[in-house]
């Protein structure tokens, strides 16, 4: 390897030196890529994981109130303490991520709770006697090496001490289990919690987008009718219409991804609507829109009032041989906004099936508003169809 190499620390210092001599070289660009990736690899910073921190944090700590221990028990020995302290560490870490790996190869993280207990218990008495095995034989290790046995044979010490050692790794065991186990599965739902919700989500915008995709070419369809009719009896009327198209087509083309609108920009839609079918129905069809200022910034489903202002037109005015009155009300209450459609006409069997335009009402209701926001359509005295959709008023 080269010296450079070998000189980690001066490397990033000599890295601009080096590249400016390449430039003068004869293969530049072959020893650009090897400098290149050196950079690269001078910038990765290392990683120490959350599962390392935690193993090496919890082992140190316990192993550390063990010296706390044997230092209030007196005959504390610095040399021996350190001993003690690194060979805990490193051999606890050692049995718990020899489980880890037993346990992800297995792909245990991926089971049910009841499974995973099921599972865990023969777990901890394995681990338990492992720990106790381990540990009596460090333990007894360490007194011989430092001269602390006297005439005391593995057989005695394992008879004054195993059992305590075997009860004491059992509670450790099963506590780091647990704590492994418990973090993993909490996890695990959480992603899984994550995804739904995403899937969910996706679900929702699809079937959204669904729903605006039916109903474009709907209204479009109605609007070239309108235009077309106007060419045969008002040719004059004509150009306006298609200037009132223009408008609402350009409107749906910027606002097509935007699943809401202002009040405002919303009624000016039906305004724009509303005369573009008073060129074809000429007297026969007369509107007012009642409003407060106040509602203008108020967010509604796009194409929402509109909807119901065409079905009134369709199935109201349009079937009525003297036309008729459209009023659009919008009123406030309890943190409600309250849309009212009122129109000439009586629901027959066949016209109190919502069409295409009020059934895509209905669902993009349900879909943005979670059930909060409802729809109703139902024959009033005098011959009238009342419509009224009822959303939260969040400004």
Known sequence: MSPILNDRGRLPTLIPKIKHWCTLSFFPGLVFVDLFQIEKILKIKPHLSLYWKCQL???????????????????????????QLISDVLIYILITHLYRNFSLGHHWED???RSLLIRILPAVLVMGILYAVVTILKLYGIRVLFDLNGQQSMQEFIKLNGLGIFMAGIRLMAIWLLAYHLYHYAKRELRMATEKANIELSLKQTQLDHLHMQLNPHFLFNSLNTIKSLIYTSPNSAGRGIDLLTELLRAGLYKGETLVLPVEEELSLVKDYLELEQLRMGERLTFKIDSNASFSSIPVPRMCIQGLVENAVKHGVAVQKEGGFIQVLLTKASDFLCIEVINPGRLSGESTESGIGLKNLEERLKLTYAGKASFELYEIESGQVYAAVKIPAYE
């Open 57 to 83: 944090a919890g082992w140190t700590i316990a192993s550390l109130y063990w010296t706390l221990q044997g230092f209030l028990t007196g005959g504390f020995r610095i040399d021996l303490a350190l001993v």
């Open 111 to 113: 089971l049910d709770l």
